[in-house]
């Protein structure tokens, strides 16, 4: 079974802070996504990598970035955290164009 | 940017009524992919669905997608309290490793 491990289920800190959230799969899938989740939005797309060192943006990726130096591990990074990128976080990860498999996500609070 | 657009986005019915969530792109798509999220999970990949007019059944799940490929449902026959989540579609635009997701459907069941 294809394990997507995110680093912590909860997070709290602080307006201003820098927040990594570090995501690590372990079927060597070239493919891994970040998503945010809020009530009434679905999922929408912060940024998505196809090879190691390769980004893209997807749709909504203000006051973020990414880091993939190994294929296996995926990092999200809220550079300065504002109180409206409180939310669910969810990395997901696939082989091609096989369907995605999802981590157990990261409740941030900013405060 | 492409849409894809979930109804309703909230479903009460008593247990053993029938459910239906649709779902509309405002582009073609190659395939749709649905997933579903438990109440405190991730999403889960339930079927992807490729051809134009193709139907698939999983059990007491059918799911369709329509001939020009720009929309797609999901119809649950007599409901169980399992069946509680919220249902997601989503398609990959043209030429992209990405996925675009629905708001969701969210389903309560009441036994």
């Known amino acids: 079974d294809v394990k997507v491990t995110q680093s912590s289920r909860y997070l709290v800190k602080r307006t201003g802070e820098k927040v990594f959230l570090e995501c690590v799969q372990d079927m060597d899938h070239e493919n891994m996504f970040w998503y945010r989740q809020d009530p009434g939005l679905g999922l929408r797309l912060i940024y998505f990598?196809?090879?190691?060192?390769?980004?893209e943006k997807g749709d909504i990726p203000e006051g973020y970035s990414v880091s993939r130096e190994k294929k296996e591990r995926f990092s999200l990074i809220l550079e300065s955290a504002s109180t409206n990128q409180t939310s669910m976080y969810l990395c997901?990860?696939?082989?091609?164009?096989?369907?995605?498999?999802f981590g157990d996500g990261t409740r941030l609070s900013i405060l | 940017g492409q849409q894809v657009m979930q109804i309703p986005q909230y479903q009460h019915v008593q247990e053993g009524e029938d459910f239906t969530t649709y779902c509309n792109s405002s582009?073609?798509?190659?395939?749709i992919q649905w997933y579903k999220q438990r109440p405190g999970g991730h999403p889960v990949f339930l079927i992807q669905l490729v051809k134009s007019g193709e139907v698939k059944k999983q059990k007491r799940l059918t799911f369709q997608f329509g001939e020009a490929k720009k929309n797609s449902s999901l119809h649950i026959t007599a409901t169980q309290t399992t069946d509680v989540g919220t249902y997601f579609c989503?398609?990959?635009?043209?030429?992209?490793?990405?996925?675009?997701f629905g708001q969701g459907t969210t389903l309560q069941v009441k036994p």
């Open positions: 989503a398609g990959p635009p043209s030429n992209t490793g990405k996925l675009i």
């Open positions: 990598s196809y090879d190691v060192k390769m980004k």
């Open positions: 582009t073609t798509l190659s395939n």
């Open positions: 997901a990860s696939r082989l091609s164009y096989q369907p995605q498999h």
